[in-house]
């Protein structure tokens, strides 16, 4: 499975982003990563395939929403009231449980900047 994110760019504080990531097949839980630089890779959200299950990190809870489209192999990350803080590399992930363990992701896209600028 081959994953393509897209979205990313650069905002100002309190703007809205979505990202988007597309896989070449079936995939089961699908989520987010971001690194921030000078920082480890950190869990920011994911969802399980009947999007019956869906967490997210604490300093996105809120402000983050995972959706996706099974039709479509594609995973969602709708994010508002960007923060100078959620500057970093985001990465797509599928694979699965537990959702918000690194170790449960097989497939990993190429990532996607997002900056937000003040």
């Known amino acids: 499975v081959q994953l393509q994110a897209s979205g990313g760019g650069l905002v100002q504080a309190g703007d809205s982003l979505r990202l988007s990531c597309t896989a070449s097949g079936r995939t089961f839980s699908m989520g987010w990563f971001r690194q921030a630089p000078g920082k480890e890779r950190e869990f920011v959200a994911a969802?399980?395939?009947?999007?019956?299950?869906?967490v997210y990190a604490e300093s996105v809870r809120g402000r983050f929403t995972i959706s996706r489209d099974n039709a479509k192999n594609t995973v969602y990350l709708q994010m508002n009231s960007l923060q100078l803080e959620d500057t970093a590399v985001y990465y797509c992930?599928?694979?699965?449980?537990?959702?918000?363990?690194?170790?449960?992701?097989?497939?990993w896209g190429q990532g996607t900047l997002v900056t937000v600028s003040s």
């Open positions: 992930v599928a694979g699965g449980v537990p959702l918000q363990r690194e170790s449960s992701y097989s497939y």
């Open positions: 969802i399980s395939r009947s999007s019956s299950n869906r």
